[in-house]
């Protein structure tokens, strides 16, 4: 017995296996992205999107989900989901690990859109 398919569904799976394949594939050299060390770096080449990761101190909430972040250097406004903050209460004394992007708005001063924050020992 022979299955015989509708020319929707052959094209449907082909492109669906092309897509797959290709979701896979990593790139793993260099990039423009830039790497950022500290605020300092996030501040003088504030990239939208850019990844970034910093350990340091929320020293004040300035908003709602917004928190001043200082690595002891620099200082920048943060954007924190109440659901990505830990479970554990932190105050401007825990030293903490920020995960995120940075979002650099026209004529806006740059900020870090947080994803984690990770308290330090």
Known sequence: MSAKFHPRVLTVLAASALFASAASAQYV??????????IA??????VDDAPVTLSG???KQVGNEKYLFSDGQSEIRVDIDHTHLPATPIDERTRVQIRGEVEKDFLQSPE????S???LE
Request: hydrophobic fraction near 30%.
């Open 41 to 46: 770096d996030v501040l003088k080449n504030p």
């Open 57 to 59: 101190y929320l020293v």
């Open 117 to 119: 924050v990770q308290i």
């Open 29 to 38: 050299g260099p990039s423009t992205t830039p790497s950022y060390e500290t």
């Open 112 to 115: 870090i859109d947080v994803e």
